[in-house]
């Protein structure tokens, strides 16, 4: 069974830093994709950032470009996503996502129906 595991949020003052895990069980970490998605209260989920298993490829909103950094650890099948100069605007809960098949590419990786599973989410909220 396919097992998303999301920790790592909480509450942080702007500018401030916080890093995200995922934590990933149930298929080999091999051919796949992890993005990172956010929904804030009153909005519709939107896609953070994803990475590709297959080359190392990263995607990122533009919302987040230059603050996020996502990554993985392999032999820990965990994806991070680190988070800094946080803003009250990223306030939402954040969840990870695995795809496998077609790797992402820059046009859909924030595609959430070709996501195969997702996290429970992990509560990340930014104070002025």
């Known amino acids: 069974e396919v097992q998303l595991v999301e920790s790592g949020g909480g509450l942080v003052q702007a500018g401030g830093s916080l890093r995200l895990s995922c934590a990933a069980s149930?298929?080999?970490?091999?051919?796949?994709?992890i993005g990172w998605f956010r929904q804030a209260p009153g909005k519709e989920r939107e896609g953070v950032s994803c990475?590709?298993?297959?080359?190392?490829?990263?995607y990122y909103a533009d919302s987040v470009k230059g603050r996020f950094t996502i990554s993985s650890d392999n032999a820990k099948n965990t994806v991070y996503l680190q988070m800094n100069s946080l803003k009250p605007e990223d306030t939402a809960v954040y969840y990870c996502?695995?795809?496998?098949?077609?790797?992402?590419?820059?046009?859909?990786?924030?595609?959430?129906?070709?996501?195969?599973?997702w996290g429970q989410g992990t509560q990340v909220t930014v104070s002025s």
């Open positions: 996502a695995a795809k496998f098949g077609r790797p992402p590419d820059g046009d859909s990786w924030w595609f959430e129906v070709e996501y195969d599973y």
């Open positions: 149930g298929f080999t970490f091999d051919d796949y994709a």
């Open positions: 990475i590709s298993s297959r080359d190392g490829s990263t």
